[in-house]
Nanobody
Framework: QVQLVESGGGLVQAGGSLRLSCAAS????????MGWFRQAPGKEREFVAA??????YYGDPVKGRFTISRDNAKNTVYLQMNSLKPEDTAVYYC?????????????????WGQGTQVTVSS
């Protein structure tokens, strides 16, 4: 069982930056692939980024602006978000994939956090 807790969300002006963190419980964190997803009101959940055996990869809307990284010693995955846009406003969720491969599909993830709100004002 893995528990995930996101933090770092908030209100930021367009063009600004935020760094989200996701702290994981458990001793096998390093073997998991980790992903970030987001969901805006009235929209479907959207893949943001993942890090795992495939390396790192990103959804098209955030390529070049967001960076995913992890610190296995701290059981934490990060999402650095730069050049934020109003359309980035959403609840951001981290997720863990026990296979270690990672995926852009939410169905492939076994564990999810509760989410953290990111609001970008214009």
């Amino acid at each position: 069982q893995v528990q995930l807790v996101e933090s770092g969300g908030g209100l930021v002006q367009a063009g600004g930056s935020l760094r989200l963190s996701c702290a994981a419980s458990g001793r096998t964190f390093s073997s998991y692939a980790m992903g970030w997803f987001r969901q805006a009101p009235g929209k479907e959940r959207e893949f943001v980024a993942a890090i795992g055996r495939r390396g790192t990869y990103y959804g098209d809307p955030v390529k070049g602006r967001f960076t995913i990284s992890r610190d296995n010693a701290k059981n934490t995955v990060y999402l650095q978000m730069n050049s934020l846009k109003p359309e980035d406003t959403a609840v951001y969720y981290c997720a863990a994939d026990a296979t270690g491969w990672g995926s852009s599909r939410g169905i492939d993830y076994n564990y999810w956090g509760q989410g953290t709100q990111v609001t970008v004002s214009s």
